[in-house]
């Protein structure tokens, strides 16, 4: 059944479109997702520009974890469950649930600066979101 709203199709009525509709579709694809790096990194580059570490209460601590992944990873071929270096030591996953810090790993191994993993991560992130914003709004409206 298809509900309409002022002769619309509302989007609990919406199907999935197929992703192939041609070389108009694929050209529309290219050029949205491109806008969307645009805005990403338009919004994103006063964080990667910046000589700064990143602000907030708990920024470092996060980088700290980074670092020590990376090191212990690097040295000793293996994950850390303990981190000696915050309070007199703590398990490493006890407040922040370590997912991030695994994704972010692959990347400070080949940088060797959190900093900078840190700020790449974070522009990858948001044009990771802006990305499959856009195709899920576009599989499920057809546009």
């Given at each position: ?19 192939g ?6 050209v529309?694809s ?13 919004a994103?580059w ?5 000589g ?9 601590g996060?980088?700290?974890r ?14 850390p ?32 600066e959190?900093?900078?993993t ?9 044009f ?14 057809g546009?």
């Amino acid at each position: 059944m298809i509900t309409t709203v002022f002769g619309r199709r509302t989007l609990a009525a919406a199907r999935p479109v197929s992703a192939g509709r041609g070389w108009n579709g694929w050209v529309a694809s290219v050029l949205c997702l491109s806008a969307a790096a645009m805005a990403v990194a338009v919004a994103a580059w006063p964080v990667i520009a910046s000589g700064l570490y990143p602000g907030g209460a708990d920024q470092l601590g996060h980088l700290l974890r980074l670092w020590y992944l990376t090191k212990v990873v690097a040295e000793e071929h293996a994950i850390p469950n303990w981190l000696p270096l915050w309070y007199n030591g703590q398990d490493f996953s006890q407040y922040y649930p370590p997912l991030v810090y695994y994704l972010m790993l692959p990347l400070n191994l080949l940088l060797r600066e959190p900093v900078l993993t840190y700020r790449v991560f974070i522009f990858m992130s948001m044009f990771l979101a802006a990305g499959l914003t856009y195709l899920a709004v576009r599989a499920y409206l057809g546009h």
